[in-house]
């Protein structure tokens, strides 16, 4: 734990204040002129986040995880759970398998996989496959799943994700990753051999030698498949063990999430998985019906992010716009301290997620106002909050709801 | 001291530029719809402070220690001076022998203490023995005093605060904090034993048995008082070694300041404190008289805190009135640079220190002008200083004073 990490501990006072924070995913935008020089937040009628704001708001803007650095919706959400995202880092096979919806134990080794094409010679002459079909790639792991489940003492779980795409977790006693990918990153190549990144880590060489066993296990049960013949493994890493949100934050937290990935990553650090909801108006009526049994709501929207990884600017305008048109459910049972705000940018002329700082918002008995009439980004660059970096949003939470003792006399 | 601190000690030159900081204790604020949506600094008539923005200055927001942290007097004054308040930690018993005026020296061991209230069995049923008046605190002081000057080659200082609180130093060779508080936290519970936070250090072992020592000197004294037949022990620590702020920053510091707390502070960097002022006029008219003697002023004003701490917003508006027309005192003999700021916010409607970023003013030949008609926190936002930490300031006025070398060619 950081030094600050241990001062903010200490000063910690478990108060059963309630906070929300809700996540527009990928809500950040930049305003270009093929979209009239607004970005969707500045596009979308907002009648209740305007009443919202001007109620009383502070405002501000949040480097994801560093100056220019993209984050994926890992990195992304473990800033705003207040997880330092260059310290806690999570395999990319992690994130994959809880997007798929597995829990996971501390310790579980991931990978992402791909079905690829192989050669009489072995060597990789198509590193998807053709990008079979969902089907396709369900059965083939239902075949691997069928064959081996075990490696020695160790488990292993295949799950089929979409095309071409799967995740194989190994599940035993001293595990570790990471390891190199067996990804050969070009066709023409063999398959690669899967090394320990330390050559001096036990848990990492008994991971090297159950990727080659499993090789060895599958490509048997593959040999007659066309075109998927093979597969590559990336983003070989155990999960970390993370401190408990409960544990770093004296908070029971909730997760109101529809969508696998990001359950996920609210289970990764410890909160508690809420299922049924679908809608955002059955997230925020959830959040209602559980107010008095948590005192953290993490609630996730994701269609902002979706709308801006389509490019598609009339769509992110229309899900911010549904969102607004939901608030009221929430306002309805209002936390100690709300924050509205997004994981990282998604611009919709970008196609994708990106570096800019997501604009925040926070409303508490003494956040203060900082006079501006919305929520959106340019208002936000004049906020009181400044811009920050997210890993700190969850302290300034935490002090809005009174929950840190002064620090010195 | 710190890579970047060594880097900026390279860089400085001592040039006879005169930096004055006036510090409105507490000044920072929020506006909530209660108070008109206005914080005090906005709802003040300050025509001489609106003259010297006007006239080109500078402005922002500073975080007193890190985002959501609330700081003691100690911390915040620390940072303004330029001392990381996470690296300079400064015991409470220090900070409240120096807010009784007393002068420590390094190595001095300081703690808080409370009369309390013993039964028969030794165990406390009242942590402040009714909270006592000031006058009966005095007197057992004095018994006290009287009684115990030494234990073995040590000295031993006590000194009445207000109702049930006093001080005690512990002054030898080779004494060192910190150790765990004598105070149970709770009714109910005997008094605790002082113990070394590490086990290990043989200063702290040597003040452990000082305490003990002191317990059994005292204890009989009170024997027969009531409530005040005991009392509790808390934040027993040396004064660390501070390097003084002339090592630092080449500048010959003076306090003017009228509380004892601020004096205390001050004189723990090596200030020289000026004594005498008890008014802001008399404050800003010694520091005119005190120009050529001095480099540094530290101007020390109390009442926006006092004003906060009660929650009256008009008494905080008009302390920022009073410094106001009392400010061509100081404008009559211009320092090259002028700061005008906090030392953290004490908003009105939380009657108490807070986290939030107060605003900073800071006029010189080459501060600029960020085009802003007043001094306000919404004005701050938007400020070319943008919202850093304190810990920083002392080194934009020491840019401004044109105190430091270009760094790297």
Redesign the interface.
Known sequence: MS??DE??SK?TIRNGAKIALVVLDGLGDVAVASQGNLTPLEAARTPNLDALVR??CAQGRMIPVAPGITPGSGPGHLALFGYDPLEFEVGRGVIETLGLGLVLKAGDVAARANFCTLDAQGLVTDRRAGRIATEVCERLCGLLSAKIKKLGTNEVLIIPGKEHRFVVVFRGAGLEGPLTDTDPNREGLPVAVAQPVDAANAGQKKVAKLVADFYKAALPVLKKEQPANGFLMRGIAHQPQIPTFEERYQMKAAAIAVYPMYKGLAQLVGMEKIEGPQTIQEQLERYVKEYDTHDFFFIHYKYTDKAGEDGKFGAKVKAIEDFDAALPLLLARKPDVLVITGDHSTPCVMKGHSWHPQPVLLHS???????LDRFTETGAN???????EAK?LI??M??NARM??????
């Open positions: 030094k600050l001062v903010y000063l109620s009383g008995a003494c956040s203060g106002s900082d006079k004049n906020g009181s909050l400044g811009i920050f700190y302290r300034l935490q002090a840190f003792d002064k620090f010195g006399a």
